[in-house]
């Protein structure tokens, strides 16, 4: 039996956009009110880090990575069945584009329980996690978008997507590297010497790529809209 609809599945990606967008501004808004980061560009780690942004940085951040499982698995069910009708993509393919997917949502759920301060290396392994993890995800999804058109998409939207993915790539190198060049250095709840450019640089394009997960998932707000998706439950006769 049908056990619930949802014909408003657009809903998914858009909430995920509104929320996480939300989350990173707020937090920065609120750290640099709060006098503990530098108004320019700081990690967004660093502003969620400290009391009071720090709480409300993991909860919104936590939300944000269920949000993104979600639409995630959504997409995933959403290719599944477009392949179904057409063939034009491995199962295979598919599923391990949601596997990295989900794995970038489980480092965000690291970064946002173990804060930078507490468990410095965990944080880091998350935060390593969902970079890593996010761009080859929006990579992937790219791939099937264009093996997708144009029976499922428009051309426009393919080269789009691989356009934002490209950036991210090509910024996700220079963050890793010039954070390396940075160093770890203990973190306080208050501004001191001004950061370096390493420090800087790494900031800048950390923020690219969060900003170019959110405009990538703005995309499937469109494709989400032609869906309809049902849960269905079936008892087994030796119940």
């Known amino acids: 039996m049908v056990f619930g609809c949802m014909d408003r599945v657009a809903l998914l990606p858009c909430v995920l956009v509104i929320w996480s967008s939300t989350a990173f501004i707020a937090s920065y808004i609120f750290a640099v009110l709060e006098g503990h980061v530098v108004p320019f560009v700081p990690y ?9 942004e720090s709480g409300l940085f993991g ?3 936590s939300v944000t990575a269920i949000l993104g499982a979600a639409t995630m698995y959504t997409r995933y069910k959403i290719i599944q069945a477009q392949n179904l009708r057409i063939s034009f993509l491995n199962y295979w393919f598919n599923f391990m584009s949601l596997f990295i997917g989900v794995l970038g949502c489980i480092g965000m759920g690291v970064v946002a329980s173990f804060q930078e301060t507490s468990v410095t290396k965990v944080h880091e392994v998350g935060a390593l996690m969902t970079f890593i993890c996010g761009v080859a995800y929006i990579f992937l999804q790219s791939i099937i978008t264009f093996k997708a058109c144009p029976q499922w998409n428009k051309k426009g939207i393919c080269y789009v997507r691989m356009t934002i993915s490209v950036i991210s ?3 996700i190198f220079p963050m890793i590297i010039c954070a390396a060049f940075d160093g770890i250095k203990l973190y306080h709840c208050t501004i001191g010497e001004e950061p370096s450019p390493y420090h800087q640089a790494s900031a800048v394009c950390e923020w690219i790529v969060a900003f170019g997960f959110v405009t990538f998932f703005l995309t499937y707000i469109k494709e989400f809209q032609a869906v309809t998706v049902k ?3 079936e ?3 030796d119940f």
């Open 44 to 52: 967004i780690s660093d502003t969620g880090t400290c009391v009071p």
């Open 169 to 171: 790539i090509i910024a």
């Open 59 to 61: 909860f919104m951040i």
């Open 231 to 233: 849960m269905s439950i």
């Open 235 to 237: 008892i087994n006769d």
